[in-house]
């Protein structure tokens, strides 16, 4: 694929049928996307051995440390 590829004015290939398709199927008005977060290399490898060093799991303490940082923020508005 090159960079000229407009996908918008390609027609939809035969054996794609949505006759017996239903829309918003798998849609629930209540559920939640979980986004992924990625980290720089350093921050990552320091916050893997404080979470080691810890005992818990690295998403538990980003997200302690996240909480501890949002009640700072709230506590100086």
Do not use: C, W
């Amino acid at each position: 694929m090159n960079a000229q590829t407009n996908h918008d004015d390609e027609p939809m290939p035969s054996e794609i049928n949505f006759s017996g398709a239903k829309r918003g199927q798998f849609y629930k008005a209540d559920s939640q996307l979980n986004l992924p977060v990625y980290l720089d290399q350093q921050v990552q490898s320091t916050l893997a051995a404080l979470a080691h060093a810890k005992g818990m799991d690295i998403s538990a303490l980003v997200n302690e440390l996240l909480k501890k940082d949002i009640e700072l923020i709230e506590m100086a508005r």
